[in-house]
């Protein structure tokens, strides 16, 4: 999620732990108006909106200590971010162990678009479903 990103907690496992999706980082969309879409989910729902979207906390239910996000962004239609997928949406992933878990979808020959990038948010990746749909793994 390079384009819109807000500030996460350091929540990664340890790089021994299992390469695997511990959950749902974020959800994306089209939208033909995402400041109007994003003023509307504000107005009648109720959405804590910044230009971004919205961040939604939750708590493990395994270790209530640990915090994790959900964001929700509509993105400008057309946007070239969810390329080279024709859908109009696209799921992030949050994962543990990001570089073990490409190293399994590599043998498996999941289709990786590029190599992992690190920023202050964590790690990200994008790979390709048997769909066609464009998917991100984050490790926070």
């Not at 879409?37 to 395994?62: C, H, K, M, P, V």
Request: aromatic share 12%.
């Amino acid at each position: 999620m390079e384009e819109q990103k807000n500030v996460i907690p350091n929540t990664s496992a340890p790089s021994n732990a299992t390469p695997k999706v511990t959950g749902i980082g974020g959800i994306f969309f089209f939208s033909d108006n995402p400041k109007e879409t994003r003023e509307w989910y504000a107005q009648n729902l109720g959405f804590d909106i910044t230009e971004w979207g919205s961040s939604f906390e939750s708590r493990s239910a395994n270790n209530p200590d640990e915090v994790t996000h959900l964001q929700w962004s509509p993105f400008q239609t057309g946007s070239d971010y969810f390329a080279p997928s024709k859908k109009e949406f696209m799921i992030n992933y949050r994962v543990q162990n990001i570089e073990g878990l490409v190293h399994k979808l590599k043998e498996n020959g999941v289709t990786i678009l590029d190599d992992i990038a690190s920023s202050d948010y964590g790690k990200f990746v994008h790979i390709m479903d048997t769909d066609g749909n464009k998917i991100e793994l984050w490790e926070p």
